[in-house]
Structures are given as structure tokens and as C-alpha cells.
């Protein structure tokens, strides 16, 4: 009873201050304008991408009634296979119909798009989640420990910064179908233990040499306990920072591989793209005339991974004392 | 010094056999083989592709196939190509090597000045209209989906002004008469290019030693534009200048779009390290003498601010190798890359792990060249 | 005087400029020498540019594809002799190389020996094996300068005809010291391939002059060329004339040369150079064929809808379509269970409507197909076929029900069974159960993912869909091509369905080769595991016939067959579209199998446009 009563205090303390720096930290943020669009647009495309179930459901009540061939195109609508027979020749241009039009195959874009959103950035976030957790133990650790756990992860760093990922990951294309969930977890994993632990590292370094890390050696605690509690929480900032910039790079990454045709992703904004290009309409005159078969695409791309990045990098001022302003 | 590099150097050989085994057994295990395509003739009967895997070695187990690639590797040897049978996979990298190096040393070369230039511009200025322009448009270009840049660009200036030429790396009407291979023009062209770049690391260590700021331009200045010219005129003079000319004409394009896209990155690292640099003491120091402020800028902050960027160009050098998939796809540059995506499509085993081990050395080199520029003109490393 | 002058310097710069025409490749030949390209490199990249280099004794007509004499004087005379059947053949006596060297029996018994000797001892593979197939072919023998007898262990048109008899002919002269250096060395078939043969003598039309790695090659036009001025003609009547005045050579054959004639060729070359040029992605090429650059393209997939819409726009340009010679298929493993039920097979043939999906979904990109012998092969192939695939010709809803009772009728039952009323399902089929009573968990459908090829993967999701509606529990699985490779000739036949395409020649012995009982083994052609006593029975009557209309007859039987049985759903296959410009050159003609790239684009026919 009486540990509850010392226990809740300390608790709310920590919140208390928690939520104080977090206050601090948004006053800073707040002047980012940058970061702030950055933030604004994925805020967009979160809600965007979470209300694609209304969409097809919207539609059919307002403009898909007519589906005379029978073939139960709409119902239930799969941007996948959502073939419109209504329509004589396809790619169709915007219309009440199809507000983005349609792509070669038939398909709604504007649906493709939506039902993508939640998928890129599941993609982006799982990936760049798993590098941060492996980059940031890997880093803790080695900092901590140094010798032979250093030595092995710096050097295994090594390796696998020699490899172009690019490359690699069209290598890892042919030894298995590249879903979306084990693209995401492929390139987590292979970021995890490349330069990102060389970063962490270094600033589990400074941690390391604080007093604090000595008290607590003092009072005996364990090896696992002075990592997880203590240098990794003051690391987790420059982790945090290092998750946004990954997850731009998992989101290209993974557009590239759809659009080299070597990912086999049934449906990603990349894949859009490369539906466009494979049958012919990323060329010449088409460029302008089948706008709608790459640009709404290609600026979902390029929206939501410069989001993210100015995002990190209004964090980075942040996080890092040695770019804030005087 | 070079106690630091033996160590260095070791390390790094140590490092390039664990790539290349990871490397050999990665491509070794790849599903499918290159035989396969045989399976769409049905033509071919089974004893017909035994007998072809015969001549591809397929027969051998893996693990002596591999013994057998690691001697070779010693003498430099990477083995023999499948889908060109039976040419060298060093032979396919030297024909290649030569067009992918000019194109993206070129281009790299060219961002970063760009990058050098607007980065510091906009440390100076924080949070100016400059800073906060190249930043947001840098950034969109830096995720903006490369094919659709490069498709954009080449229709832009191919198709609608009319002012570049369109794909291909040479026009075949001017080379059909040709008395040499563009191979022997690009290596030239590459020659000359190194020739500059000694005059010019020599004329700055020249001026270095100089006291006086117009001394110093001097040298720099008259010894780069007499190579310059120099190397213009025995251009001209050998008759070749025009094949010369066409692929520089042929590389503007690609240059121009890897530009847009990658010089962002650059600029970002300038625009931090100045303003790293910019809290230093000196630099106040030098404002209050008084001094104009773009000396200051240019001599004081930016000088110091610029070996990050240079290591990082050295080590950004050595990733041309691997980044040009894409690039050299879309603008029909038959480089590595390239060779790389098609040694991939019909599972050119040697070729692709050819590949990737050359990429490693030069990753490799570029970053013991990294190493030894810090440790000679940052004064502050000692080993 | 003044109109001559004009009309003189307009002829000279016509003569001095028009005559070099510029045709795309979209990859770089991997090689330009014939042990390679005809062993272990053949790519079509490089037979576009070799393709014309080499004579062979006899050739397949331009546009209807009749077996001619080519350096060949006139159609072999067959006679048994012993255990051998010896297939006499007459050369031609005008035919030179570009060395000046005279082709002779030599030349032929040489090349035919020598290949044979090289892949009995050697090992020599690819397409040199396949052609001359020492299964068959035993030896060739000179009778006089021009006169070659070819011996066989039996008598058969896709080895003897279409194999030995068409094999390329290599100068003697050139490659026989070549050949003995080679062989003293260690690896003599690499030593060979490796060869530098830009000095080769060649028999064809235009000689190689300039190889620009990475970006062109140039070839010449011989002035000296064999075969220049004369005249073929095919007569609507079957009956094919041949004719060189300049050397007095004349054939006719098939008939009585008389009545309308269907074509009439005369032979160039017509042009000086032709240039290669490569580039590596199909936007490029297809902007250069904009830009005037290029006045073809080579494409072995054809041009993409997209492509086809804009060039169509573009002035100048004419854009023409084909139909090919192949046909993307589901195959059944009918190793397996239910994929074993004829029943079952048939249920899911009548399920695809392939009407709707070429025409609508695809957008007129593809057509449909039934027989595994081609449309576009005319004179093999069965028209009575696609009234005998189930559900030919139905609606949606007869196409269901039909499936159910296929089902039914074999006696699988559902746990929900499917209710269908007019075109809709009411409700949808869950839980099929086997004959044995064993419940059906799923059932993998391979095909190629959408970077591949997007219309098998859309066709792939639209069979899962229509599958699943009424409870056949499909799953479309969209896969790398090498995995699907692997997944059914390495692992092997360790697969449910899969769906992949084949490009076939013109004589359909592939029937025999993707069927017949004896070719399942691990790694050969019968992945689906198609055993049918008296399929193969008449495909041996039909491998064994030397008679083309009997082989025909037998040819008819084996597809029906196979349209009932289906181990195989032949589903559809594309044209082949493809675009030159009207106003840079003349083709000799357009309609033709597969299209001008299957020809070579003709090059010692084609004209530059005044």
C-alpha cells in the first residue's frame, strides 16, 4: 500500500516532465514551417489513406449504379481487378465516374491511390522501425560492452554497407516473392545493422562517459538494465530522428523495385507508375496527354517522402543542439 | 601515417574476402539458374541442356566451384560470363567501366559544386529565402521518383525544345565513319579529366604555400585555364574533338537530371557543417576585424566546412558504380548498371557476382581515399 | 538543261544519302558468331543482325512460309537405303561467297559433319543440337560438286526438313583450319565461340562493316550478293517460281505456275547500309521512331497499347499488326489431385471467358486462343477446336452453372454450394469437397507477376475470382518467372497450376513434345504429367510421317484430343504490333506471322521511300 502511494508521484512525475519537454520541444517545432507542412502532410494521407473503405462505398451510390454487363464489377469494388466495363476504351480520362480516371487495365486510380496510402506507409513505418529497434540495441550494446561485440557488429556494419541496397534487394527478389511485409522487414533488417549503428553508436559513446552510467554501475545494476534504461532512452531522440529519414527511403525503395517490375506488390503507388510505363504511356506526347496515369502517383510519392523528411530534419533541429539557433 | 594505413589496408582485404564469399554464395544460392531459359525452346531436349550446364561448369559442386572462384579471384580472374559465353566478366566491366565512371564522376562533380555553392549560401543566410528555398525545392527534387525526372527531362529537351540529343550515348551517323571506338575516346576523355585534376591539386598545394590572396588566385586560376586550353587545342588538333563533343552533347541530359536529383544531398551536409562551423570563435573574430562578409564566408567559414563534403564526395564516388541501374536504363547508357540489371534478368551468375565484388573494391578504395584526405587536411586527426 | 541538273543532283543525293536506313534494337547481340550464336548465346537481338548471313538449303517462303529451295536446287528425292533413308539433294551452281569462293557440296558436308562430330565429342548444344539431331541425322556425303546425299536413321519432317535440310551453311574454306586449331586446344568449343570472325565469308546480303559496342553496328550491302535481281512468285493456286535472270538459275514447284499471282519479290539489296542502333529501354526507341531517328524498331514483345495509340498519331509512322505464332496457357499437374479430374480441368475452362477478357479487360491487346496449335498457323491449325473447349460461346451464367455440374457430375459437392440466377452469383460456392471426399484447402495458381507481363497477372486474378465464386478455392500467386521455373522443372513439378507462355515454329511437333507420355521425366517438356496411351500413339504416327498432308490429318486429331482432355487451357495470345515509317522506307509487304521482325525486316527487300 505504501509502495503504491511513493510509487504514483514518481510517475507522475515523470509524466509531468515528459509532457514538458514535449511542450518545450513543440515551441521549437512549431517554428519549422517546414516540419510543420511535413507533419500537416501526413496527417493528410493517414486520413486520406483510412477512408478508402467509404470511397468505393460512396461511389456506387453515386455514380456506379449502372454496371450493365453483370460481371459484378463493383460489389464488392478491388482496385486490383476493379475492371469499369461501362467504359469503351480505357485509359479514361477524370470524370464523375472516375475522378482520377482510369488506368489501361480498367482500373479506378483515385481508388488505387487510396487503397495504397495505408500500405506505403505501413511499408515505410515497419521498416524504418525495425532499423531503428536493431540499430539501436546494436549500438547501445557495442558502445557499451566495446571489444569483441563492438568489433563484430562495426565490422558486419561493413559488409553490408559494401553492398549497393539497390542491388542487393533485386538479388533478394529472386530468392522470394518480395510482399510488401517481407520488403518492409528485408530492408529494416539490412539498414538495421549498416550505418545506422555506426550513428548510434557514436552517440551511445557520449552517453556512456556520463557520471550517471557510473552511479549506476555502482549500485550494482545489471548490464541489460544500465542499456535499456539508461543509455538507450537518451539515444532514442537521434533513433526517433534517424526513423523518419527511413522511412523516405523504404517508401522509394520500394517504388523503384515495383517499377523495375522485380517487387511483387499487388498494388503500391509504384506500381501504378510502372502499370503506366509497361504498357506504354510514360513516352513522348502520352506524357502529357495520360497525365493522370503517373502524376497523381508520382506526387503521392513525393509528397509523402519529402513529408517525412522535412519532418526529420525540423526534429533533427531539435534533437541536435548544434544546429538550433543562438 | 602509415602505420595507420598498413592497419587500414589489412583490414580492408580482410573485409573484401568475407564480401566476396557473401557475395559468391548469395548469387550461388539465387533459385533458378541461367539454363533455364533453354526451357522455353522446346526445341532443346534434356540431353541438349545437360550438356550446355556441362560448359557453364554446373556440373561441379558448389563448394568447388567456389575454391575454384577464389583462386581465380587471386589473379584477378572473375571468371567467365554466362549470357555473353564465353567472354571474360573482366572483359564486359572494362568495356563498361569507362562510360559509367565518366557519365557519374561528371555528374557527381557537378552537384557538389552546386551543393558547395548553395549549401553555404544558405548557412550564412539561415533561415533566409535562399535557405529556406533550396532547401524545400532541393528536398522534393531529392524524393522525387527518379524514372519520372529522367522520362520528364528527356521529353522536355528531347522532344518538346529540341535541344539535346535524344538517348543513345553516341549518334551513330557521325561514328559510322569513325577511325576509333568511342572506348578509346572515353578513356581519353577520362585522361584528360585526370590530367586537370593533377595540374589543379598541384596548383593548390602551390598556393597554399603563398602568402598573398591575389598570388594564390593566380596560380590557381592561370594553371587551370591553361590546361584548360591546353587540352582543348591537342583535342582540336588530333581531329577528334568532334567525337569528343558529341558524347559530352549526348551526357548533358543525364548529367542535368542526376543533378536535380542529388544535389540536395550535398547541399544539406554544407549547410550543416557551416553552421557548425559559423559558432566558431575565428569566425567572429573575423567578422569583428571587419572583414567584408563574403570573404569571411568564402574563406574563413566555408573553407573549413568543406571536408565533410569531400569525404563524403569521395565516398558518394564510390556508389556510381551501383547507382547508375536506373539512370543508365533510362537514358540507354550501356553502363555497369546496366549490366548489372541484365546480368540479373538472365541470371548471369558470374557476371553478377563480377559485379558486385568490383563494386565492393571501389566502394573499398573511395573510402581509403575518404580516410587518408581526413587524415591530411583535417590537422586536427593524428594517428 | 536545267530540269536535268536538278533531277541529276536530286538522284545523287538520293544515291549518296537515302540509301543508309537506321533500324532500333532494344539490347545490344550478344555475340555475331554463328558457334555461338546457333550454340549457347542465342538471342534474337543478335539473329536480327546475323540472321540473313548464312544460306541454308532450303528456306520457308516469304508470307505464306512454303518450303523452298534456297541454296538447295530443287526439293530433296528420298529413298531408303538399307537401314538408312537417304535424302539426295541438288545444289545450286551460282552461288558465290563474299570471299569469291565458289559454295559447293563441300561447303555443306563440311558443316553438317563437322557440327555432328563437334556435338557428339564436344558436346556442342542450343539450337546447332536441335537442328541437326544426332538421334537422326548420321552423315552427309558429297556425290558430285553439286550434289549432297543426307543420311537419316528414319525418315521425319521436323528433323529432316525442318531440322538438318535448314541448318546455315558455314564457308569450309574460312572455318576449316579454324575448326582443327581449335580442337588442339584445350576447351575447343570456347576457342570457337571466342572467334573473331568480322573476316568471315559470308553468303547473305549484307556483310558486317562496323560494330560500335554499346550503341550500333553498320552493315554494308554486297554488290557482289548471289541471289540480286531475282524473282520469287507465289501463285494463289500453291505453286511457287523462282527465278534469277542474271544467272539463268529457274524453280517452280507446288504446281502449275499459272493464274493470279499472290506476290511477287524481287531481291536487292536496295539499300547501302543499314545501322543498328541500341537503345535500351523501348520509350527510347520508340521516341527515336518519332523523332525520324529510326525508321523500325525491333521488339520481339510487340508494341504496348500505349505505344501503338501515340505512334498511330505520329506522321509518317504506320503502325501494323500480326498475330504471332504462340499462346500463354495454364498447365494442370496432373500429378495431382483434383487437377487430375478431367471434370475439374473442364470446369475452370468453362469458367474463363476469354471473349471478355481479351476484348474488354485487356482492351483488344490480346486475342483468344483454344488450340495449342495457333491461329496464325494456318495450315496446322484446327478450326473445329474452340467449338469443342467447354463453355464456348456462353454467357457468364451458363458458363457458372455449366461449371457446377461439370463439378457435380464428377462428384464434388460443397459445404455452401453456389446458387446462381441469370448472369449473378446469389451465392457464392465455400468449402469444396473431392470426389474422396477429401476437403479441397487451396489450390495455388503460379503466373507471372505484372512486371513481367500484365496480362497474364490480371488474367491470373480474374480466374482466381471467377474460381472462388463458386467455391474452387484458387489463389492466384504472381511470381518472379525464374521462381515459377524452378517451382516446376527443378523442385520438380512441384506445383498445383501455372500460368506461362510458349513461342513455337512453325511445324507443331511441339504437340508431341509437351504431351506425349514419354517426355514427363524430371526436367522435360510434359510438366503436366499428360498420359494418354492413344494420344501417344498418334503422336509417334505423327513425329514418324514424311508426308506433310497425312502429318496434317494426324495433326487435326492430336489437338482434339487435347481440347477435351486439357492438361493444358491455351488461353490467349497477343498480336504482334509493330510500326515503321512510311515515309523512310518501303516494306515488300506487311501481313505476315509474327511480323517483319520474324523475317528480319526483310533487309534485302526493303526500300528506301523516294
Known amino acids: 500500500m505504501t509502495e503504491m502511494v511513493v510509487a504514483e508521484p514518481l510517475w507522475k512525475i515523470r509524466l509531468k516532465l515528459w509532457i514538458r519537454s514535449l511542450r518545450t520541444g513543440w515551441e521549437l517545432f512549431k517554428e519549422k514551417k517546414l516540419a510543420l507542412f511535413g507533419l500537416g502532410v501526413i496527417i493528410f494521407f493517414a486520413i486520406f489513406g483510412l477512408l478508402y473503405p467509404l470511397y468505393p462505398v460512396v461511389m456506387k451510390n453515386l455514380f456506379w449504379k449502372h454496371d450493365s454487363f453483370g460481371y459484378q464489377t463493383f460489389m464488392p469494388y478491388d482496385p486490383i481487378v476493379g475492371f469499369d466495363p461501362d467504359i469503351m476504351s480505357h485509359p479514361s480520362p477524370p470524370s464523375l465516374r472516375h475522378p482520377l480516371g482510369t488506368d489501361p487495365l480498367g482500373r479506378d486510380i483515385l481508388a488505387m491511390i487510396m487503397y495504397s496510402t495505408p500500405r506505403e506507409f505501413v511499408l515505410g513505418i515497419t521498416a524504418a522501425l525495425i532499423t531503428v529497434i536493431i540499430g539501436t540495441i546494436i549500438g547501445a550494446s557495442a558502445a557499451y560492452y566495446g571489444g569483441v561485440i563492438d568489433t563484430f557488429f562495426m565490422r558486419l556494419a561493413d559488409i553490408v554497407m559494401l553492398f549497393p541496397s539497390l542491388a542487393l534487394l533485386m538479388v533478394l527478389s529472386a530468392f522470394m516473392e518480395l510482399t510488401l511485409f517481407r520488403l518492409a522487414l528485408i530492408m529494416g533488417i539490412l539498414a538495421g545493422f549498416g550505418s545506422i549503428t555506426l550513428v548510434l553508436k557514436a552517440q551511445a559513446l557520449t552517453v556512456k562517459v556520463r557520471p550517471f552510467i557510473d552511479a549506476a554501475k555502482s549500485t550494482g545494476a545489471s548490464d541489460a538494465y544500465i542499456i535499456f534504461k539508461h543509455i538507450i532512452p537518451n539515444i532514442l531522440p537521434l533513433s526517433f530522428l534517424y526513423m523518419m529519414f527511413n522511412v523516405t527511403g523504404a517508401i522509394f525503395t520500394e517504388a523503384v523495385l515495383s517499377f523495375l517490375g522485380l517487387a511483387n506488390i499487388r498494388m503500391s503507388w509504384g506500381v501504378i507508375i510502372q502499370m503506366a510505363e509497361s504498357s506504354g504511356y510514360l513516352m513522348g506526347a502520352s506524357i502529357g496527354m495520360y497525365w493522370w496515369l503517373w502524376l497523381p502517383a508520382g506526387v503521392c510519392i513525393t509528397l509523402l517522402c519529402s513529408s517525412f523528411y522535412f519532418l526529420g530534419r525540423g526534429l533533427e533541429e531539435i534533437v541536435n543542439p548544434r544546429l538550433r539557433k543562438r | 601515417m602509415l602505420k595507420f594505413l598498413g592497419k587500414r589496408v589489412l583490414q580492408i582485404v580482410v573485409l573484401l574476402f568475407i564480401y566476396v564469399t557473401v557475395v559468391y554464395w548469395l548469387i550461388e544460392a539465387m533459385p533458378g539458374s541461367f539454363v533455364d531459359q533453354y526451357l522455353l525452346n522446346p526445341k532443346l531436349t534434356p540431353e541438349i541442356r545437360e550438356n550446355l550446364k556441362r560448359q557453364f561448369g554446373f556440373d561441379k559442386p558448389a563448394h568447388i566451384r567456389y575454391l575454384i572462384y577464389m583462386k581465380n579471384f587471386l589473379t584477378l580472374d572473375l571468371g567467365i560470363s554466362f549470357s555473353y559465353f564465353p567472354t571474360r566478366v573482366t572483359t564486359i566491366i572494362a568495356e563498361r567501366l569507362p562510360r559509367t565512371v565518366f557519365l557519374f564522376v561528371t555528374s557527381t562533380l557537378v552537384s557538389y559544386v552546386l551543393g558547395y555553392n548553395l549549401g553555404k549560401r544558405a548557412a550564412w543566410k539561415r533561415s533566409g529565402l535562399l535557405d529556406k528555398t533550396t532547401t524545400f525545392v532541393g528536398i522534393v527534387f531529392w524524393t522525387i521518383f527518379l524514372p519520372l525526372l529522367a522520362i520528364f527531362n528527356i521529353w522536355l529537351f528531347g522532344v518538346i525544345l529540341k535541344i539535346l540529343p535524344l538517348n543513345q550515348f553516341i549518334d551513330p551517323n557521325l561514328w559510322k565513319s569513325a577511325p576509333l571506338s568511342a572506348q578509346t575516346i572515353f578513356i581519353r576523355l577520362l585522361l584528360t579529366a585526370l590530367v586537370f585534376l593533377i595540374v589543379f591539386l598541384i596548383a593548390l598545394l602551390i598556393s597554399n604555400r603563398l602568402k598573398t590572396i591575389p598570388a594564390k588566385k593566380t596560380v590557381l586560376y592561370t594553371s587551370s585555364i591553361t590546361t584548360i586550353v591546353v587540352s582543348i587545342v591537342i583535342w582540336i588538333l588530333s581531329g577528334y574533338s568532334t567525337y569528343a563533343w558529341d558524347i559530352i552533347k549526348h551526357m548533358v541530359l543525364p548529367v542535368l537530371t542526376l543533378t536535380l536529383y542529388s544535389f540536395a544531398g550535398s547541399m544539406l551536409v554544407m549547410r550543416d557543417t557551416m553552421l557548425d562551423v559559423i559558432r566558431e570563435d575565428y569566425i567572429t573574430t573575423a567578422k569583428a576585424k571587419g572583414l567584408p562578409d563574403n570573404v569571411v564566408r568564402d574563406k574563413h567559414a566555408a573553407r573549413n566546412a568543406l571536408l565533410p563534403l569531400v569525404t563524403n564526395f569521395v565516398i558518394s564516388l564510390g556508389f556510381t558504380v551501383g547507382g547508375g541501374i536506373i539512370t543508365e536504363t533510362m537514358f540507354s547508357w550501356p553502363g555497369i548498371g546496366r549490366a548489372y540489371l541484365e546480368a540479373l534478368n538472365t541470371q548471369d551468375t558470374p557476371l553478377l557476382i563480377g559485379l558486385l565484388v568490383f563494386t565492393g573494391i571501389f566502394v573499398l578504395i573511395a573510402h581509403l581515399v575518404a580516410d587518408v584526405l581526413y587524415a591530411v587536411l583535417d590537422p586536427r586527426i593524428r594517428y | ?610
Open chain 3, 1 to 610: 538543261m536545267r530540269k536535268l541538273f536538278v533531277f541529276v543532283s536530286i538522284l545523287v543525293v538520293l544515291s549518296v544519302f537515302a540509301q543508309t536506313i537506321n533500324w532500333a534494337l532494344l539490347q545490344e547481340p550478344k555475340t555475331l558468331n554463328p558457334w555461338n550464336h546457333y550454340g549457347p548465346s542465342a538471342t534474337v537481338w543478335s539473329s536480327y543482325v546475323l540472321g540473313t548471313w548464312y544460306g541454308e538449303l532450303y528456306a520457308y517462303s516469304d508470307v505464306r512460309f512454303d518450303w523452298i529451295p534456297s541454296l538447295a536446287a530443287d526439293l530433296p528425292k528420298i529413298e531408303q537405303e538399307g537401314d538408312l533413308w537417304a535424302y539426295t539433294v541438288p545444289l545450286r551452281n551460282d552461288v558465290f561467297w563474299s570471299d569469291g569462293t565458289q559454295f559447293t557440296a563441300d561447303d555443306v558436308v563440311w558443316t553438317m559433319n563437322t557440327v555432328m562430330k563437334l556435338i557428339k565429342e564436344y558436346g556442342l548444344g542450343g539450337n546447332w543440337a536441335s537442328m541437326i539431331d544426332p538421334d537422326y541425322f548420321v552423315r552427309a556425303e558429297k556425290i558430285d560438286d553439286f550434289t549432297v546425299k543426307v543420311y537419316f536413321t528414319q525418315p521425319s519432317l521436323a528433323k529432316a526438313n525442318f531440322g538438318v535440310l535448314m541448318a546455315p551453311i558455314l564457308s569450309k574454306k574460312y572455318w576449316e583450319p579454324k575448326v582443327e586449331e581449335a580442337l588442339k586446344t584445350g576447351a575447343p568449343l570456347q576457342t570457337l565461340y571466342n572467334y573473331d570472325n568480322s573476316d568471315e565469308p559470308i553468303i547473305g546480303p549484307f556483310k558486317l562493316v562496323k560494330w560500335e559496342k554499346g550503341a550500333f553496328v553498320q552493315q554494308k550491302a554486297r554488290p557482289d550478293y548471289f541471289d540480286k535481281g531475282s524473282t520469287l512468285i507465289l501463285y494463289k493456286n500453291g505453286a511457287v517460281e523462282i527465278s534469277n535472270p542474271n544467272t539463268g538459275f529457274h524453280w517452280v514447284g507446288y504446281g502449275e505456275p499459272t493464274g493470279e499471282k499472290m506476290l511477287e519479290l524481287v531481291t536487292g539489296p536496295y539499300v547501302e547500309d543499314i545501322i543498328y542502333r541500341i537503345y535500351l529501354n523501348r520509350a527510347a526507341a520508340i521516341t527515336a521512331l518519332i523523332n525520324g531517328d529510326v525508321s523500325f524498331v525491333f521488339n520481339s514483345l510487340g508494341l504496348q497499347k500505349g505505344e501503338a495509340d501515340q505512334l498511330a498519331k505520329a506522321s509518317g509512322v504506320k503502325v501494323i499488326s500480326n498475330t504471332t505464332n504462340g499462346f500463354r496457357y495454364m498447365c494442370f499437374n496432373m500429378r495431382r489431385y483434383p487437377m487430375n479430374i478431367k471434370e475439374f480441368r473442364q470446369a475452370i475452362a468453362a469458367l474463363i471467358d476469354r471473349e471478355f477478357l481479351c476484348s474488354r479487360v485487356l482492351g483488344g491487346q490480346a486475342f483468344p486462343q483454344y488450340s495449342v496449335v495457333p491461329v496464325g498457323n494456318a495450315f496446322w491449325y484446327n478450326p473445329k477446336v474452340p467449338e469443342l473447349t467447354p463453355g464456348y460461346g456462353m454467357s457468364y451464367g451458363e458458363r457458372r452453372k455449366l461449371a457446377i455440374d461439370l463439378l457435380k457430375k464428377a462428384g464434388f459437392k460443397w459445404v455452401v454450394e453456389p446458387k446462381i440466377e441469370g448472369n449473378n452469383v446469389v451465392r457464392q460456392g465455400r468449402g469444396l469437397i473431392a470426389p474422396n471426399g477429401q476437403r479441397i484447402e487451396q489450390i495455388e495458381l503460379l503466373a507471372p507477376g505484372t512486371g513481367y507481363d500484365p496480362m497474364r497477372a490480371t488474367m491470373a486474378l480474374y480466374i482466381e475470382r471467377w474460381a472462388n465464386e463458386i467455391g474452387i478455392p484458387i489463389k492466384a500467386n504472381l511470381v518472379d518467372f525464374n521462381y515459377i521455373v524452378q517451382r516446376v522443372w527443378d523442385e520438380p513439378f512441384n506445383f498445383d497450376i501455372y500460368m506461362l507462355g510458349w513461342s513455337l515454329g512453325y511445324y507443331p511437333d511441339h504437340m508431341a513434345d509437351f504431351f506425349h507420355s514419354k517426355r514427363a521425366g524430371v526436367g522435360d517438356f510434359n510438366a503436366a504429367g499428360y498420359n494418354n496411351p492413344e494420344f501417344d500413339k498418334l503422336a509417334d504416327e505423327f513425329l514418324a510421317a514424311s508426308d506433310i498432308n497425312k502429318a496434317k490429318e494426324l495433326g487435326f486429331k492430336l489437338q482434339e484430343i487435347l481440347a477435351e482432355d486439357l492438361p493444358y487451357i491455351v488461353l490467349f495470345d497477343t498480336p504482334i504490333v509493330e510500326a515503321y515509317r512510311a515515309d523512310q522506307i518501303i516494306f515488300p509487304y506487311e501481313q505476315t506471322l509474327s511480323g517483319l521482325q520474324y523475317v528480319y525486316g526483310v533487309p534485302a527487300l526493303v526500300k528506301t521511300a523516294e
